[in-house]
T-cell receptor
Framework: DGGITQSPKYLFRKEGQNVTLSCEQN?????MYWYRQDPGQGLRLIYY???????QKGDIAEGYSVSREKKESFPLTVTSAQKNPTAFYLC???????????????FGQGTRLTVV | GQNIDQPTEMTATEGAIVQINCTYQ??????LFWYQQHAGEAPTFLSY????GLEEKGRFSSFLSRSKGYSYLLLKELQMKDSASYLC??????????????FGQGTTLQVKP
């Protein structure tokens, strides 16, 4: 079955360490996104990519980096420069809108990152 | 700037109908999405509107008015399991498959017996 896979589901990091969150999709979607969600709050966009080898900063890109070397993969690195990295991280992908009214965007299961 | 507004919380009774509103102001518009999110879980897709009008899907319907920058999600025959957060998201772009997906803060719906 097609879908988006994020790994790991839970991740613990020591302060000062970089950590990379994985996001893989086999839906043949062009666009992929990374969001951060803090308790009781909505989703805030970190980075997004609309095509391979291209990506744009979202609203809260500082302290994060991404790559898009393959269509299927969009890993997110949380660097030591991110001052408050503990959060729930969600990856999403979406298909083109050429199919009228039926464009869909899907989320992975999320990665809960805790800095210890 | 980009802005999406939803009510923070709503309460409704089991078996009733509830309407969750969403207003948006974005640079470009290329579709509006509604998602359901239970606590601690990832959002799941409910509906998508790109043209004006009503999209119906079982107990859930979603309406869009692009000229007013307005959408609503209508939930009928409410069940206890419908207690969750409902997220409105807009893809802000000028053509298909472009633009970032921007989310509102979400509306927490509590269904009471």
């Amino acid at each position: 079955d097609g879908g988006i896979t994020q790994s790991p589901k839970y991740l613990f990091r020591k302060e000062g360490q970089n950590v990379t969150l994985s996001c893989e999709q086999n839906l043949n979607h062009d666009a992929m996104y990374w969001y951060r969600q803090d308790p009781g709050q909505g989703l805030r966009l970190i980075y997004y990519s609309q095509i391979v080898n291209d990506f744009q900063k979202g609203d809260i890109a500082e302290g994060y980096s991404v790559s898009r070397e393959k269509k299927e993969s969009f890993p997110l690195t949380v660097t030591s420069a991110q001052k408050n990295p503990t959060a729930f991280y969600l990856c999403a992908s979406s298909m083109p809108t050429e199919q009228p009214g039926r464009s869909l965007a899907f989320f992975g299961q999320g990665t809960r990152l805790t800095v210890v | 700037g980009q802005n999406i507004d939803q009510p923070t919380e709503m309460t409704a009774t089991e078996g009733a109908i509830v309407q969750i509103n969403c207003t948006y102001q974005t640079s470009g518009f290329n579709g509006l999405f509604w998602y359901q999110q239970h606590a601690g879980e990832a959002p799941t897709f409910l509906s998508y509107n790109v043209l004006d009008g009503l999209e119906e899907k079982g107990r859930f319907s979603s309406f869009l008015s692009r000229s007013k920058g307005y959408s609503y999600l209508l939930l009928k025959e409410l069940q206890m399991k419908d207690s969750a957060s409902y997220l409105c998201a807009v893809r802000a772009g000028s053509s298909s498959n472009t633009g970032k997906l921007i989310f509102g803060q979400g509306t927490t719906l509590q269904v009471k017996p």
